[in-house]
């Protein structure tokens, strides 16, 4: 079993109000890959990645985590089993940052404080957040609080971890250091699914790379294929779209 795909996504579709969204997406991720997603807005990202974790679950199609399908493991174990990363951070305004990274492992996990605390202190360590162990959220830079809440990701001892535009509310003086920690994460032979544009990210450290438009995989392939000599017209038009909004930037 431990050969099989940690995440197989089977022709998952997802309407809302009567426009699909999602018209058939698979791929596969493998343990200790990075996979990035890339494609214009509106095209079904997010909502894929909702998919995965059942924020909001497909309406076909299969989600199979590690050999179990996300609605057989149930809500409790896909929030324990599966990180997330948003864009705004999500970490909770009235908590200081080391209870922001030792909830969700006591009130899902049920580890004890000791523990708890053990591997917090642990993951803040490896996100350079030592000293900001008593801060709230909102004495943090965007790039600190984004740091923060990888840590409390990686603190749940995930299977994988998804990550939605994580950098896109930064500054961009202030994206550097959380691709930074992502590249070495990825290099840690995390298993990592992460929407985002940030070329960097995707040069260094993807695996491969997925482009999405209008709910469907258009083509997927090694950074170094998919960059350079892309199949569709489609793919090379809207590389060169972000690479000169990225100039201009
Ligand atoms: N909860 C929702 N209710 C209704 N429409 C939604 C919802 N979530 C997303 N959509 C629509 O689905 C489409 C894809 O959205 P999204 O997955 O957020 O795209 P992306 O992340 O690629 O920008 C958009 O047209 C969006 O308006
Ligand atoms: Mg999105």
């Given at each position: 079993?431990?050969?099989n795909?940690?995440?197989?996504?089977?022709?998952?579709?997802?309407?809302?109000?009567?426009?699909?969204?999602?018209?058939?997406?698979?791929?596969?991720?493998?343990?200790?890959q990075?996979?990035?997603?890339?494609?214009?807005?509106?095209?079904?990202?997010?909502?894929?990645?909702?998919?995965i974790?059942?924020?909001s679950?497909?309406?076909?199609?299969n989600?199979?985590?590690?050999?179990?399908t996300?609605?057989e493991?149930?809500?409790?174990?896909?929030?324990?089993?599966?990180?997330?990363?948003?864009?705004?951070?999500?970490?909770?305004?009235?908590?200081?940052?080391?209870d922001?990274?030792?909830?969700?492992q006591?009130?899902?996990?049920?580890?004890s404080k000791?523990?708890?605390?053990?591997?917090?202190?642990?993951?803040l360590?490896r996100?350079?957040?030592s000293?900001?162990l008593?801060a709230?959220?909102?004495?943090?830079?965007g790039?600190?609080?984004?740091?923060?809440?990888?840590?409390?990701?990686?603190?749940m001892?995930?299977k994988?971890?998804?990550?939605?535009?994580?950098?896109?509310?930064?500054?961009?003086?202030?994206?550097?250091?959380?691709?930074?920690?992502?590249?070495?994460?990825?290099?840690?032979g995390m298993?990592?699914?992460?929407?985002?544009?940030?070329?960097?990210?995707?040069r260094?450290?993807?695996?491969?790379?997925?482009?999405?438009e209008?709910?469907?995989i258009?083509?997927?392939?090694?950074?170094s294929?998919?960059?350079?000599?892309p199949?569709h017209?489609r793919?090379?038009?809207?590389?060169r779209?972000?690479?000169?909004e990225?100039?201009?930037?």
């Amino acid at each position: 079993m431990s050969d099989n795909p940690i995440l197989s996504v089977r022709d998952v579709r997802k309407t809302y109000g009567g426009v699909e969204v999602l018209k058939g997406v698979s791929f596969d991720l493998e343990r200790g890959q990075s996979k990035i997603v890339i494609g214009p807005s509106g095209t079904g990202k997010s909502t894929l990645l909702r998919c995965i974790n059942l924020l909001s679950p497909p309406d076909s199609g299969n989600v199979v985590l590690d050999g179990v399908t996300v609605e057989e493991r149930g809500i409790n174990q896909i929030r324990a089993q599966i990180g997330f990363v948003f864009q705004e951070f999500n970490l909770f305004t009235h908590l200081r940052v080391l209870d922001n990274v030792r909830l969700a492992q006591r009130n899902v996990l049920g580890r004890s404080k000791q523990e708890a605390t053990r591997r917090a202190m642990e993951e803040l360590e490896r996100v350079g957040l030592s000293d900001k162990l008593e801060a709230y959220p909102a004495e943090l830079s965007g790039g600190q609080k984004q740091r923060a809440s990888i840590a409390r990701a990686l603190a749940m001892d995930p299977k994988l971890i998804l990550f939605d535009e994580p950098t896109s509310a930064l500054d961009p003086e202030l994206t550097g250091e959380v691709v930074q920690v992502m590249k070495d994460l990825a290099n840690a032979g995390m298993t990592m699914l992460v929407v985002s544009h940030e070329m960097g990210f995707a040069r260094a450290a993807a695996d491969e790379v997925i482009f999405m438009e209008g709910g469907v995989i258009v083509e997927q392939g090694p950074p170094s294929t998919l960059f350079t000599c892309p199949e569709h017209a489609r793919t090379s038009q809207f590389l060169r779209m972000i690479s000169h909004e990225h100039q201009e930037a």
